[in-house]
Every structure is written in C-alpha cells, then in structure tokens.
C-alpha cells in the first residue's frame, strides 16, 4: 500500500514538474475557459440588462458555462496529462516499471484536479467580478455537481487513453472531440424537456445531466435534488469501473499487439 | 549435456551450417549455468497477422551472464526483448525472468529488472534529476538520494544534473538513460543497443560502467547491438537471429572459429545472407 501510494505520489510529482516547467502551459490551463467565460459573461450582461423574458434565466447561462467547463477541462487534464507520456516517448519507461495501471490513473486523476482547481478557480472569481454571478451561491450542491462531474471527466479520460493505447495517434483527436458528442445529449444550456422524448433515456444514461437538471433546480426554485445526485454518483460509481476496465483491457490488447515499445514514433 | 544446449535449437543450426555445433565447456570463470536461469526464453513465437516476427526461438541466459542478442534489421530482436519485458505478449511460447511468467506475472518481478533503448527515451521537459527521483520512487529505490549520488558520480552527470534531459547531447542522454536502467540496482538488465549513439570513445566508457556493474551486481545482462566489437568485449555468449529465429549460439570466439571467419563481425554478415 505505501508502496504504491509512494508510486503515485511520483507520477504526480512527475507531471507537476512538467507544469511548473512552463508559465506558457500553466497560463493556457486559465486562457480557454476564462475567454469562454468572457463571452457567454458579455451575453449574461445583455440577457440580464435586455428586461426580456429571459433575463430571469440568464444566470442559468453562466452556471452552466462553468460546470460544463469542469466537466470539458476534467477530461482535457486527464488526457492531455497522459498524452504526455506518448508526446515524450516515456510509457516503455512506465510499463516496465513496477507502476500498476490504476497506480497510472490515480495520478492522472489528481492531475486533473490540480489542474481543474487551476483552471476554473480564477474563472469562477472572474465571474463574480466581472459579471456578478457567484456560483458559489449554489451552496454545498456546488460540491455534489462539480464531485460528479469530475468523475465522469475521469470515466470519460481513462477511456481515450486506453484508445490512445490501443489505436496510437489516430485516437489523439478524440481527446477534444469526444466531449462535444455529449454536449447536445446532457442538456447543459436546456431542460431535457427540451429534447425529443425519444432521447430522453440517452439523456438520463448520462450522468451530466443529471448534474445539469440539479444545478436548474437550485438555480430557478432553490431546491438541491439530493435524489439526482445520488443516482448521478451511482451511475459515476458505473462509468468509473467501466472506464477502468476499459482502460486495461485496451493496455492489454495493446501488449498483444506489440504497440507499446513503439508508442510515440 | 548442459542446460544451454538442451535449449538450442538445433533445427535451424542445421540449415545454418552442418558444422555448426551448440556451445560447449563450462568455464570455471562463469557461474554455473545448470542453475534456474534469470532468463529463460521457451517455444517463443509472436505472429503480427500472417508474418511471423519469432518463431520458436529458445534460450536462456543464465544468472551472472552477459548474452548478446544479434541480427540484422527485421531479425526479431526487438520483439524478443519486448516480451522479456513483457511489453508484449507472445502468440505462442513463455518468456520466463527470474522464473515469472513476463506475460501473466510480470509485476512480480519488474521492481527486480531493468531496461535502456534508444527507441524510448525519458521524459525531455524535466531535469536529469527529476527523472532520477521520479524514476527511483516508482522502483521503490530504498535511500534515493545515496543511489542517486552514487550513479551521479559513476556516470559523471554532476554537470547536467539540472539541466532539462531534452537539451542533452545524445552521448548525455545515453548516459542518463542508463544510469535510469541501473537505480534500482536490477538483477536483471535488459539493453537494446546501449551505445548506438556515442562516439567510439564515450561508447567504450559505457561499456567499462556496464562491465564494473556487472561485476560488482552479479547482474545479469542481455543486450541487443549492430556494434560486433562491444557484443566480444561484453558478452560471455551470444545469440544470433535472423528472420524471426535463432539461427546460431555460442561464445563469440566458437561461433567465429565454427563458421571460419576471422571474428563476430564476418560471422554476422556470414550468418546474415546465409541465413
């Protein structure tokens, strides 16, 4: 147990270095969501000032802008933190080392905390100075929506890295592609009323948007719909093991196929 | 009849040369090669849909052994020490280190080994130190710092030690990368080319820190290299491939004097268009 706990403290250690090796990199981790932030902030302004109908809703907006955020920058921090080990030509390095694949993926996990936690705390303050809107008025539900959506982040992550693995390169783009599938299914910006009826059992298989219809919930009638966030965990629970397994047996099915020496070339 | 030669295979020495013969003697100066191997290598095939990388390769290299693992491009080397490490699975056959099956119980021996390639390289953004610490915690090193001086002062890396590994000279980086291939101590060590990037002199250095290694670890050393001189000077035996198998395996100086070449290298090119 130390031992592996000491492994993973190293692989952090390892990626934190690579951050701090860089303000170029540290800076595009706050750059994206803070000029997505500006723009969907500068609409909330206008939405807000404009007397129509949808001024009363366009807190909605922002809210959704950044929990969409951590859900998006959850999955780009785990990926893109692995990819740097096909970038740099390392996973030989790694998989002959006595580093266990969950050993791997918990520091993946923590990296996409740390840079989460990067990324979206300045954002959040920008909010409230620019535009006034403070997500933390969503009270300890904030915790409950953004738990969640990290987790699914990580589901999500481990399963492009094991593609990664498995396919090479070829799966790279699914690092940024993979999210926006999910975009118009997990009703971030609408109800799922909103949605076709025969999309509504996609919709709630997936765990966004259970996080999206509680955040409506606490934003519009200041309820916090503890029975969404217990299901949503539950599925995460679900999606984490899948994406686990997933995980593995795509790193083995990459030793059958005699990639790893050469992932990366 | 020694354990060496009940694993030659003696099928495609035949079609090599019909004078070609296993390697004989059991010199004193060697460990005893009737011991459990550190690596054993049996039936070994890996096919990549119809082409066969390795074909029914088997040998083993005995603890306290340097066994050079020789062939042109395409040979199958490669391959072979991909499933030592068990980076890749075989199709047929086991690759056993320190009796560990490398394809279903590799974890329970890779804290015990090692490798280095010029194929894979260590991370370029973070410091020769980072990569030391990074690397020694992931093999549990017990005493990191000491290792760390220790290899510092052996492989001469005072001088780069805070520099970023990406902006080393290659004769740098190749020896960061086997000073990584020796934190923790291995019992075993894996080398695919050691020296492929180093100027004669730098080169000779690595190989005089790989044979003081060797002595002081009672290591056992199975390396891959193009480089005939460096494979006489480390190697107590040596097995040569061609197109996925063995084709020959002896000491360097029997197998030149079985094929009546002057040395390993006219062996090689012998070996390479016979074969």
Same mark, same amino acid.
């Given at each position: ?148 959506? *990290? ?115 | ?76 080397? @490669? ?9 890749? *699975? ?13 394809? @279903? ?132 035996? *040596? ?34 268009? *016979?074969?």
């Amino acid at each position: 147990m130390t031992q592996s706990l000491n492994r993973i403290a190293a692989m952090t250690a390892r990626y934190y270095y690579i951050l701090r090796s860089s303000s170029l990199r540290l800076l595009e981790i706050i750059y994206w969501p803070a000029m997505q932030m500006l723009v969907w902030g500068f609409l909330y302004t206008y939405l807000y000032d404009s007397k129509s109908a949808m001024a009363s809703t366009a807190g909605l907006l922002l809210g959704a802008v950044l929990l969409w955020d951590v859900l998006f920058r959850g999955q780009l921090g785990f990926t893109f933190t692995f990819l740097e080990e096909i970038w740099s030509r390392n996973l030989a390095n790694l998989m002959m080392s006595p580093l266990q694949p969950f050993e791997l993926a918990a520091s993946l996990m923590l990296m996409s905390l740390i840079r989460l936690v990067i990324g979206t705390l300045p954002v959040m303050l920008l909010t409230f100075v620019l535009f006034g809107f403070n997500v933390f008025a969503m009270g300890p539900g904030l915790l409950a929506f953004f738990l969640n959506l *990290v987790l699914t982040s990580w589901a999500i992550g481990l399963i492009v890295a094991g593609l990664v693995i498995r396919q090479g390169f070829g799966a790279e783009s699914l690092a940024y592609s993979i999210m926006i599938v999910l975009l118009p299914l997990c009703c971030v910006y609408y109800p799922v009323a909103a949605l076709p009826l025969w999309l509504h059992p996609v919709a709630w298989s997936l765990t966004p948007t259970y996080v999206f219809e509680g955040m409506r919930a606490v934003l519009l009638d200041g309820t916090f719909r503890t029975d969404l966030m217990i299901e949503c965990l539950a599925l995460n629970a679900a999606y984490l093991g899948m994406g686990f397994t997933t995980f593995v047996a795509l790193l083995q099915s990459a030793r059958h196929k005699g990639g790893l020496l050469t992932m990366g070339e | 009849m020694s354990r060496i030669e009940r694993f030659l295979p003696r099928r495609h020495l035949t079609q090599v040369s019909p004078n070609a013969t296993p390697a004989q003697g059991n010199p004193s100066d060697l460990p005893n090669p009737d011991e459990a191997p550190a690596i054993a290598v049996e039936d070994l095939c890996k096919q990549y849909r119809t082409h066969w990388a390795v074909d029914d390769v088997n040998f083993i290299v005995p603890k306290g052994w340097t066994v050079g693992l020789l062939g042109g491009n395409g040979a199958g080397k @490669t391959t072979t020490i991909a499933m030592i490490m068990g980076l890749v *699975v075989p199709s047929f056959g086991r690759a056993m280190v320190l009796g560990h099956d490398m394809a @279903t119980e590799r974890h329970k021996v890779l804290s015990r080994m090692n490798f280095e390639s010029p194929y894979v390289a260590l991370p370029g953004r973070l410091t020769v130190r980072q990569n030391l610490m990074v690397f020694g915690r992931l093999y549990g090193v017990a005493n990191l710092k000491a290792r760390i001086e220790e290899l510092i002062e052996d492989f001469e890396l005072g001088d780069v030690l805070d520099r970023v590994t990406g902006r080393l000279s290659a004769g740098q980086k190749t020896r960061v990368a086997v000073a990584k291939a020796l934190i923790n101590d291995p019992e075993v060590l894996l080398l695919d080319e050691p020296t492929a990037s180093l100027d004669p002199d730098r080169a000779e250095w690595v190989r005089s820190r790989l044979r003081a290694y060797q002595k002081r670890r009672g290591a056992t050393i199975l390396l891959s290299s193009h480089n005939m001189t460096e494979v006489e000077q480390l190697c107590d035996f *040596v097995v040569i491939m061609s197109h996925g198998r063995v084709v020959a395996m002896g000491r360097p100086r029997e197998l030149a004097e079985r094929f009546k070449c002057r040395d390993l290298d006219e062996v090689f090119i012998y070996l390479a268009r *016979v074969a």
